[in-house]
């Protein structure tokens, strides 16, 4: 509600100004907890808490600039994330259908294209820009008419090298600075949620109008993330920004440390999924969050915080960090949550799309999805009409893309199993999915012998089957058949290998 109420006053004072810039901070497509709470928590620091440095030169008077962050699925789909649902309603954020509190990706074109309407008839360029979240390449579906409008970048992810910010790059009115922050080094994320750094590359070009060099903020080196979820970097931001005496919103305090918590599985050694940097934002939060201010049912506040012999109310750190993580964590892989899904939801809950090019004598583009699920491999393969709803990813007829024709989206298919066991211990499998078996059999020479993925410890399945609709089966096969689909599948002996390498 604060966010709400502090942009509509953005709103307000923005009228007499000649125009408006819309900055968009959007998280990845596969909309996570990561991707969503970081893209809303960094518009909240932007608009309320004031630590993040004025976007524009006071001397501008022409523009003013309106932060949308937007939750970068679907409307229909976030009840499918458990956890981010919960976090939200914990944090007083009404979720319900009828209320519109938040931005949802189906909803930001039309309300930029009116408002640039009614405020912007000129209809200039740089009436939009983008603030990436949780990724450093924009989706594929908006690159034809965004990607030149990347200004920032905040993530922990390997570096595709897109959005440089050079000459070609299209800077926010008002000597807007551009920032690119990754942290991803060794096939390791720095911190189990984003961070910010302080690097800034000596060939950094000169923005339009100003004598400040863009900031190309990257932690990345030798295939390893820097950082592991990019709600760290929130959170630091915060930290660099803060005092002793100035308490934390307490809606803000939780839903950043409780994707922390979620991406560093609670600073597990086993997964081994968290760094120090992730560690000190969560005793950060725990400290310096005005926890009183938390509205909670009471039961969930009696076990959230400890404090009874505590006259501030300050929670017992191990305890209200465990049972956070717990309450998520068990929200999320919920086994009668995943029963319940169709195989198409369970692909799309966590799902991106990648590309990649090879070239011999002709340029060849080969694009591939990847699905994260929480359920293992047979109990997804068993779910009915598996077939159908897979090819949906290879097939724009009934994906998140929401076309009906049937042009090729992906090649291939990458299916990524995680389950927590009794002991807390995570273990991972992985399923290759084409209707193209050499595509298939490529994928599996790649995985087993490649050494960028030796690190994963694949053991492959003896067996391979193609199944049709009627759940046949047939040997694998070198030529293409319209009516089966080819599968291999792997165990993973290192659990810390993850979407991010």
Not at 19 to 29: A, K, P, V, W, Y
Not at 241 to 261: R, S
Not at 490 to 498: A, R, T
Request: a negative charge; one cysteine or more.
């Amino acid at each position: 509600q604060q966010q709400q109420q502090q942009q509509q006053q953005n709103n307000n004072n923005n009228k007499s100004s000649n125009s408006t810039t819309f900055n968009i901070i959007l998280g990845n497509e596969a909309g996570d907890a990561d991707s969503i709470i970081s893209a809303l928590t960094f518009s909240y620091i932007k608009d309320v808490v004031d630590v993040v440095s004025d976007d524009h030169d006071s001397s501008t008077t022409t523009t003013t600039t309106t932060n949308l962050p937007v939750v970068s699925i679907l409307r229909n789909d976030l009840p499918l994330r458990r956890d981010v649902t919960l976090l939200l309603e914990m944090a007083g954020i009404i979720i319900n259908p009828s209320h519109n509190q938040l931005l949802f990706l189906d909803d930001i074109t039309s309300l930029i294209n009116n408002n640039m309407n009614e405020n912007n008839n000129n209809n200039n360029d740089d009436d939009v820009v983008l603030t990436l979240m949780d990724h450093n390449k924009i989706r594929s579906d908006w690159q034809e008419q965004y990607s030149s409008k990347v200004v920032e970048i905040v993530d922990h992810h390997q570096d595709e090298g897109h959005h440089l910010l050079d000459d070609s790059c299209v800077m926010m009115k008002g000597d807007k600075k551009s920032r690119r922050q990754i942290e991803f080094a060794n096939q390791q994320a720095l911190v189990g949620s984003t961070l910010y750094d302080h690097h800034l590359l000596d060939s950094c070009v000169m923005m339009k109008g100003d004598n400040k060099k863009s900031r190309r903020q990257i932690e990345f080196a030798n295939q390893q993330a820097l950082v592991g979820s990019t709600c760290t970097l929130v959170a630091e931001r915060l930290y660099n920004n803060n005092t002793e005496d100035n308490k934390i919103d307490a809606a803000l305090g939780l839903v950043l440390l409780g994707v922390i918590l979620l991406d560093t599985m609670n600073m597990c050694p086993i997964a081994s999924k968290g760094t120090p940097r992730d560690e000190k934002a969560i005793q950060f939060l725990l400290s310096q969050t005005d926890w009183d201010g938390l509205i909670l049912d009471a039961d969930i506040k009696s076990k959230f915080i400890d404090g009874t012999n505590n006259n501030n109310n300050t929670p017992n750190l191990t305890t209200t960090a465990t049972w956070l993580y717990e309450f998520l964590r068990d929200s999320k892989f919920d086994s009668s949550f995943w029963d319940s899904l169709s195989a198409r939801d369970a692909l799309r809950i966590d799902y991106k799309r990648f590309e990649t090019t090879s070239s011999t004598t002709t340029t060849t583009t080969t694009a591939f999805g990847m699905s994260s699920v929480l359920v293992n491999t047979n109990q997804l393969l068993s779910k009915p009409n598996f077939r159908e709803q897979a090819e949906a990813y290879l097939l724009l007829k009934d994906n998140n893309e929401g076309n009906n024709n049937n042009t090729k989206v992906v090649d291939v298919l990458l299916v990524l199993s995680l389950v927590i066991l009794d002991d807390g211990a995570p273990t991972r499998e992985i399923l290759v999915v084409s209707k193209n078996s050499s595509l298939v059999s490529d994928m599996v020479d790649f995985l087993m012998n490649d050494k960028s993925t030796a690190f994963l410890d694949l053991k492959k399945e003896e067996s391979r089957t193609t199944t049709n609709n009627n759940n046949e089966s047939k040997p694998p096969s070198d030529d293409d058949d319209d009516d089966f689909l080819t599968i291999a599948k792997f165990q993973q002996g290192n659990p810390k290998g993850s979407r991010k390498q």
